[in-house]
């Protein structure tokens, strides 16, 4: 029996489909595979539909297996379920995967696309948030919850040694990572969801 009918709304994330085979997919972990056929939304090959390339939110519609599609409830507001299916999942996961927890202290590096996200779903779970980017931000991300916003042109940016139990660093730019390295605390852990351009230079 198939979960879709028509007329249903359906969630895409960034992966429609893969072999189903290795021990990747095995766990439900495709984003790990080993066989080279896990095809993603956008700019992927698709080998099981005759090599088309993936457009995407750029297509006009989409082939993908059913086991990468989310049932999204009929009065759901689409404007907000969209996010939540990538730039929602990329940062949560990390989030979750360091326990991040009510009372713990974090951080958000890059407060984009990505990084309000994560704001929120950590003040969500109770957690102190500060935020850094190296433009200023600091109503909206105050208003979204964040205990402190700090540009890192701001001299305040080197007073965070030893503060941090989670960063997130959602950097797009090439920046030194040593300068959020040292706001761990023992144990902390610092997650990098987003490949900084080897390109540009600008410290964020």
């Known amino acids: 029996m198939r979960k879709f009918k028509v007329g249903d709304y359906a969630g895409v994330g960034c992966m429609v489909n ?31 539909h005759i090599n088309e390339i993936t457009r995407g939110g750029y297509a006009n519609n989409i082939v993908l297996s059913e086991n990468f599609a989310i049932k999204v409830p009929k009065n759901a507001e689409i404007e907000k379920v969209a996010p939540l299916l990538c730039a929602g999942i990329t940062t949560y996961s990390p989030i979750m995967y360091s326990k991040v927890k009510k009372g713990d202290k974090v951080a958000v590096a890059g407060v984009w696309g990505l990084g309000h996200m994560a704001l929120q779903y950590m003040v969500k779970l ?16 105050l208003a979204l919850g964040a205990k402190e916003f700090v540009n890192v042109k701001n001299p305040r940016f080197n007073e965070f040694a030893n503060t941090f139990n989670c960063i997130i660093s959602t950097i797009p730019y090439q920046y030194d990572i040593n300068d959020y390295r040292r706001m761990l605390k023992l144990g902390g852990e610092m997650a990098i969801v987003w490949l900084p ?3 540009r230079k600008t410290a964020a």
């Open 197 to 199: 351009s080897a390109k």
């Open 18 to 48: 893969s072999c189903g085979e290795c021990e990747a997919c095995k766990r439900s972990e495709e984003q790990f595979y080993t066989n080279a056929k896990t095809i993603y939304t956008y700019d992927s090959r698709d080998v099981f």
């Open 126 to 141: 109770g957690a102190e948030v500060t935020c850094f980017d190296i433009v200023e931000k600091k109503d909206a991300c």
